[in-house]
Nanobody, 116 residues
Framework: VQLQASGGGLVQAGGSLRLSCVVS????????MGWFRQAPGKEREFVAS??????KTSDSVNGRFTISKDSRKNTVYLQMNSLKPEDTAVYYC????????????WGQGTQVTVSS
């Protein structure tokens, strides 16, 4: 399983970005797909996940970020609105293919920088 994340960039506070994660092969319905982020000097943190068509987000992004999936395109999206400087991080997509709670497959990360 290979994951390719893209869509990061530099945006002003209050702006929006949409991240994409293309998965090699098919995204099976049994997989949990997730987005995580890591800011400089901080630990990696959970941002959002989706299983079937049910998504969830962390408290820090709830109401601003939305995760979605297009199985026909083997792609998972993270729509990020009302961005804040504290959202600045490298964002990673990941796949939990066995629904164990462990994301075994990771993409390479895409940088999101939010200026104030």
């Amino acid at each position: 399983v290979q994951l390719q994340a893209s869509g990061g960039g530099l945006v002003q506070a209050g702006g929006s970005l949409r991240l994409s994660c293309v998965v090699s092969g098919r995204i099976l319905a049994s997989w949990v797909m997730g987005w995580f982020r890591q800011a400089p000097g901080k630990e990696r943190e959970f941002v959002a996940s989706i299983y079937a068509n049910a998504g969830k987000t962390s408290d820090s992004v709830n109401g601003r970020f939305t995760i979605s999936k297009d199985s026909r395109k083997n792609t998972v999206y993270l729509q990020m609105n009302s961005l804040k400087p504290e959202d600045t991080a490298v964002y990673y997509c990941a796949a939990d293919v066995a629904r164990t709670g462990r994301f075994a497959y990771w993409g390479q990360g895409t940088q999101v920088t939010v200026s104030s």
